[in-house]
C-alpha cells in the first residue's frame, strides 16, 4: 500500500513558510517605531497650541503672542494661542499637564508656577513630573519703587527708616503669595527690616497707592516699572538683579548698595511630560535660535525684560531651584497662599 509522507519541520517547504512569517512579524513590529521616527522627523504637521494661563491683553498675553509669531515662523506651521487664566495660572497649567504629550499642546509657564509648586499647596498637577521644560525665554527684573515726592532717595535712605519705624513702614505687592510679595520679603530679610505688608489685586493697583502715598514702597516688574521711571513718576532705589540693567542704566543694584537681595519675573515654555525626546529637542533648538534672533530679541526688550536662551536641561534645573528659592521663603516667612 502506498502511504503519504507527512512534511516534518525539517522539509523545505515549512521551513520556507516559516522564514517567510518570521520576516512578516519583523515588518510589523517595525511600523510603529518607523512610524513614530517619521512623525517627530516630520514635527509639526498640523498647528500647535500656546496656552497662556493669564487673561489676555496683559504683558504675558502680549508676550505669548510674539513667541507664538515667532515659532510660527520658524516652524513654518501656525501657533494658536489659547487664554486659559484663571487660579494664579494653575488652570492653564492643569490643561496643559493633561494634554497628549505630542509636542501640539504648550504652556508659557512664569514664576508664579514654581511659586504654587513650591507653596506647599496640594494642586492638580506635579510640575517636575508632569512638564518637559523646552526654554527659558524672558526674564525681567524687580526694581524697588518710592513715590515721586518721597523723602527716600537710596536704598540706604529706605533701608534706615525700616529700622527705626518697623511695621510703621509699608509695602504694596500684587498680591499675597505674588512675586512680588515674596521678592519684597526677600528684600526685608536681607536688609533686616520687616515693614508691613499692603497686599493689593493685581500690580496696577498698587502702583496706584504708591502715586497716592498710601504705601512707602514696592517692589515691581521692569515692564511696570519703567515707565513710571521714565515718566518721572516713581523714584527707583534699587534694581534686584546681579547687574544693573541696560534698560535703566542709572538704577543701581540693591548689590551693590548692601543688600544682598536679587529677584525677577521670567517666562519660558514647556511641554506635557512623556513628549518624545526628539520633539522636545526641536522645541528647544527653535525657542533658544529664537531668542538670538535680532529682531525678536529686540522685540523683549521692548518688554522691558532681558532676552534668555536655557535649553531644556538647564532651564529644568533652573524651575527646580526656583520651586526650591519660593518654597524656602514661603515657610520662612509663614506665607498663607488663597
Known amino acids: 500500500m502506498h502511504q503519504t509522507r507527512t512534511q516534518g519541520p525539517s522539509s523545505p517547504t515549512l521551513r520556507r513558510n516559516w522564514l517567510g512569517a518570521l520576516g512578516a512579524l519583523a515588518l510589523a513590529c517595525s511600523l510603529p517605531l518607523s512610524s513614530w521616527a517619521q512623525t517627530a522627523q516630520s514635527y509639526p504637521n498640523k498647528p500647535i497650541r500656546l496656552v497662556v494661563p493669564f487673561a489676555p491683553g496683559g504683558a504675558a498675553d502680549i508676550l505669548g503672542r ?74 525681567g527684573p524687580q526694581v524697588i519703587l518710592v513715590n515721586k515726592n518721597s523723602p527716600f532717595n537710596s536704598l540706604s535712605d529706605l533701608v534706615k527708616a525700616g529700622k527705626a519705624q518697623g511695621e510703621k513702614l509699608r509695602y504694596g505687592s500684587s ?59 516713581a523714584k527707583p532705589l534699587a534694581i534686584l538683579s546681579k547687574t544693573r540693567s541696560s534698560l535703566m542704566p542709572q538704577v543701581p543694584t540693591a548689590i551693590e548698595q548692601g543688600v544682598n537681595a536679587e529677584s525677577a519675573g521670567w517666562y519660558g515654555v514647556l511641554a506635557p511630560a512623556g513628549t518624545p525626546d526628539d520633539i522636545v529637542q526641536k522645541l528647544s533648538n527653535t525657542l533658544t535660535a529664537a531668542v538670538a534672533n535680532p529682531e525678536f530679541r529686540e522685540k523683549l526688550l521692548a518688554l522691558a525684560g532681558d532676552p534668555q536662551g536655557l535649553n531644556a536641561a538647564q532651564f529644568g534645573q533652573f524651575i527646580r531651584s526656583e520651586v526650591q528659592r519660593f518654597g524656602n521663603l514661603i515657610r520662612t516667612h509663614d506665607i498663607q497662599l488663597q
Open 66 to 139: 510674539l513667541i507664538a509669531d515667532r515659532l510660527q515662523k520658524d516652524l513654518g506651521q501656525a501657533v494658536i494661542i489659547v487664554n486659559r487664566d484663571g487660579g494664579g495660572t494653575i488652570i492653564g497649567a492643569d490643561f496643559v499637564a493633561k494634554s497628549p504629550a505630542d509636542g501640539y499642546t504648550l504652556l508659557l509657564g512664569n514664576d508664579a508656577a514654581t511659586i504654587n509648586s513650591g507653596s506647599g499647596r496640594k494642586l492638580p498637577y506635579d510640575l517636575i513630573k508632569d512638564f518637559a521644560p523646552l526654554s527659558l525665554v524672558y526674564a
Open 175 to 233: 498680591g499675597i503669595g505674588s512675586s512680588t510679595h515674596l521678592s519684597t520679603a526677600n528684600f526685608g530679610e536681607a536688609a533686616g527690616i520687616k515693614p508691613t505688608h499692603v497686599p493689593y489685586r493685581g500690580i496696577a493697583p498698587a502702583i496706584n497707592d504708591l502715586q497716592g502715598g498710601h504705601v512707602d514702597f514696592l517692589v515691581a516688574g521692569s515692564s511696570s516699572a519703567l515707565p513710571l521711571i521714565r515718566g518721572g513718576n
